[in-house]
């Protein structure tokens, strides 16, 4: 993470990390006692999460930073979810490594982060 961030911004950072890899990871199938809920419904609330972590970042542009927040957290989950079963159909082992669900969750992610690279960072 960048040294110029805000104390706002760092924290909504976290809120949004929070708001995306615990969804990630319940609808991947890595904590079945939580998954109450259909992995759509997961998507929507990290979707949800993480518009409303955009906007704690970013108050005065609301809507773009709503926007990007919520497409790369929608996209952090999606990503997850399609990383793990598609690597549960090439190599069906129950092991993953943390770095093999980074990489899931980054691939998601991308859209979400060159909208708010493109709207907030100069």
């Known amino acids: 993470m960048s040294d110029n961030l805000s104390n ?10 929070f708001c995306t890899i615990l969804p990630g990871m319940i609808a991947a199938g890595f904590m079945p006692d939580w998954n109450i ?4 419904t997961w998507i929507a609330l ?5 518009a409303v972590a955009g906007v704690i970042a970013k108050p005065r542009q609301w809507f773009l930073a709503m926007l990007a927040g919520g497409i790369s957290g929608g996209g952090t989950v999606l990503g997850i979810v399609l990383y793990v ?5 090439l190599i069906p082992t129950g092991t993953f490594l943390r770095l093999e669900l980074a990489i899931g ?5 991308i859209p979400g982060m060159i909208l708010w690279s493109k709207w907030f960072v100069r």
């Open 105 to 109: 969750a980054i691939f998601g992610a």
């Open 8 to 17: 706002r911004e760092t924290a909504a950072f976290y809120f949004g990390a």
């Open 46 to 50: 990290a979707t949800i999460g993480a």
């Open 37 to 40: 809920f259909p992995a759509t």
């Open 85 to 89: 079963y598609l690597r549960m159909q």
